[in-house]
């Protein structure tokens, strides 16, 4: 099978719209994200001195699953209407949080942690977008 281009994949929202079973599948997948983020979160806390690794390990994961499923997706199973929404924004969507993050950000300011602020900012922005590509790059190439 032909991987699809760059140009071919679809969109996030792509066949989604006004699908009642899709928003299900969102909403399920966001529970189940949801729920593994608050978890890990309870289990692993940190005060805004430290390294928020929660956070971090979490938008990582996400980052990753969300780029080897959009594309393995493409390839694979084009015609899926609920595997996208559940995996990508349901459950990559629930398990990610850049509102934390940003909220950690600030009260590491607020802790005079300057130095820890700016490098998790660059780090976990660095390292999402590779992530992201990672995943990418392992479906492209089981596609094969």
């Given at each position: ?96 949080t850049f509102s ?45």
């Open positions: 099978m032909a991987m699809p281009h760059r140009e071919e994949l679809p969109g996030p929202s792509a066949g989604v719209r006004h699908d009642p079973r899709a928003v299900a599948a969102i909403v399920v997948g966001g529970a189940l994200g949801t729920l593994a983020r608050a978890a890990l979160g309870q289990a692993w806390t940190h005060d805004p001195t430290t390294w928020p690794w929660a956070t971090f390990v979490v938008n990582l994961v996400a980052a990753a699953v969300l780029g080897w499923t959009v594309t393995w997706l493409a390839v694979h199973r084009p015609r899926s209407k609920y595997r996208r929404p559940l995996i990508g924004t349901g459950l990559c969507g629930g398990l990610s934390t993050m940003q909220l950690e950000i600030v009260r590491m300011l607020q802790a005079h942690a300057v130095l820890l602020a700016v490098g998790y900012t660059l780090v976990s922005i660095a390292t999402g977008v590779a992530a992201a590509q990672l995943g990418t790059t392992l479906a492209r190439r089981g596609a094969r």
